[in-house]
T-cell receptor, first 115, second 111 residues
């Protein structure tokens, strides 16, 4: 596609429910990233996929968070047993993985509200 | 942890004026990037400056980098109402876009 696509754009859920957020990166971009943005924490790195390498999960805040990337393209971020502090905008980005040359292309994000 | 810290946090200027924002960071970097965000949603990449570069231009944007002081500045010349947005700096220690973002600068350009 022309840009990074995320769905849904908004998600309201009840505390304790699981949610799945989807990201479709720009075609040909081998690197995919998840960040989240909240009022209290600013923009935080969550996880990073690069080609077939093991993902860098060092930013995931707890074991309730997981992500996968199937076929080197679409990625899903899953949050289990959601808590109110998970409320944030979840941003996906992709890039050409050429070291230190290209920046990130971001999607419009998923606004997650946990009631 | 957040590495970039922009200063000032909020800036209000008249259309046609220049806007300058600063960013400081704490660790070594491969590159530093600036992003713009409108309406609290997707970020748009503006410019990337590598650690061995001192200045870079893109249209009305000018970015400087001083690695000895661990600081960068973003200058927007001849500002327009459409430049109203939040501007973030982000450091990339390893060149893999695993970025640490600053808290952002809110810029308001008054027509």
């Amino acid at each position: 596609g022309a840009g990074v696509s995320q769905s849904p754009s908004n998600k309201v859920t009840e505390k304790g429910k699981d949610v799945e957020l989807r990201c479709d990166p720009i075609s040909g971009h081998t690197a995919l990233y998840w960040y989240r943005q909240s009022l209290g924490q600013g923009l935080e790195f969550l996880i990073y996929f690069q080609g077939n390498s093991a993902p860098d999960k060092s930013g995931l805040p707890s074991d309730r968070f997981s992500a996968e990337r199937t076929g080197g393209s679409v990625s899903t971020l899953t949050i289990q047993r959601t808590q109110q502090e998970d409320s944030a905008v979840y941003l996906c980005a992709s890039s050409l993985a050429i070291r230190g040359i290209h920046g990130l292309f971001f999607g419009s994000g998923t606004q997650l509200s946990v009631l | 942890s957040q590495q970039g810290e922009e200063d000032p946090q909020a800036l209000s200027i008249q259309e046609g004026e220049n806007a300058t924002m600063n960013c400081s960071y704490k660790t070594s970097i491969n590159n530093l990037q600036w992003y713009r965000q409108n309406s609290g949603r997707g970020l748009v990449h503006l410019i990337l400056i590598r650690s061995n570069e001192r200045e870079k231009h893109s249209g009305r944007l000018r970015v400087t980098l001083d690695t000895s002081k661990k600081s960068s500045s973003l200058l927007i010349t001849a500002s327009r109402a459409a430049d109203t947005a939040s501007y973030f700096c982000a450091t990339d220690p390893y060149g893999n876009n695993r970025l640490a973002f600053g808290k952002g600068n809110q810029v308001v350009v008054i027509p």
